[in-house]
């Protein structure tokens, strides 16, 4: 079972912090998840709402701020901190341009390894050629056209997953300890989780 901090180690610091993917990094998970979205200078900041009031109480749009004046990390800091860490960059939608985007992301990704790009709108992922990509989902009758998948652990059984044999499967954001290893037997590959703290003491009994 592979352990996904969800937004970093969220449930120690605000998410999507440098401190959060730092923290994240210290409990030695698989991957890391961030979201993107993009700045008025168009570049990747890594917040995961389209404004800033839900996280830091202020009502600007990301998307009307310049990257400097954005109490958000960008995304090439975080890719200067990731190591040797699986980067999960979920491209968000927002009032910016997606495509637009997902070519920002790509440009400052590249060169790095280790990335994965995700998105609930699938379009989006069609036609990248430089990194994997992974299509997100909620729902059991929009299962996303791609071999790598992330789903919401709520509509994720084992019928649902016999009808996946061939895909990887991954699923956010699991919390509960018992909860992730059913789901590890029922042979989802990896678990997304707000802490990873209990998961990692439990990783091996799952695998």
């Given at each position: 079972m592979k352990i996904i901090a969800h937004r970093g180690a969220s449930i120690e610091h605000p998410e999507n912090s440098i401190d959060s993917i730092i923290q994240a990094l210290s409990h030695e998970v698989d991957a890391v998840e961030i979201d993107v979205h993009l700045s008025k200078d168009e570049i990747?900041?890594?917040?995961?709402?389209?404004?800033?009031?839900?996280t830091h109480g202020d009502k600007r749009y990301v998307h009307d701020c310049f990257a400097k004046d954005l109490p958000v990390p960008t995304l090439m800091q975080v890719l200067e901190l990731k190591r040797d860490c699986l980067l999960m960059i979920e491209i968000k939608e927002g009032r910016h341009d997606g495509r637009k985007l997902v070519e920002k992301v790509v440009e400052i990704a590249r060169g790095h390894s280790k990335i994965v790009l995700a998105s609930f709108c699938?379009?989006?992922?069609?036609?990248?050629?430089?990194?994997e990509v992974m299509g997100l989902s909620c729902e059991k009758n929009h299962i996303p056209p791609f071999e790598w998948i992330c789903l919401d652990h709520n509509i994720i059984d084992i019928e649902l997953m016999q009808g996946l044999q061939g895909k990887r499967v991954w699923t956010f954001t699991v919390d509960c300890p018992d909860k992730?290893?059913?789901?590890?037997?029922?042979?989802?590959?990896?678990?997304i989780t707000n802490d990873p703290r209990p998961h990692k003491v439990r990783r091996n009994s799952a695998s």
């Open positions: 990747p900041v890594v917040i995961h709402d389209d404004s800033l009031e839900r699938h379009d989006l992922l069609k036609g990248i050629e430089d990194f992730a290893i059913a789901l590890s037997q029922m042979g989802v590959e990896g678990i």
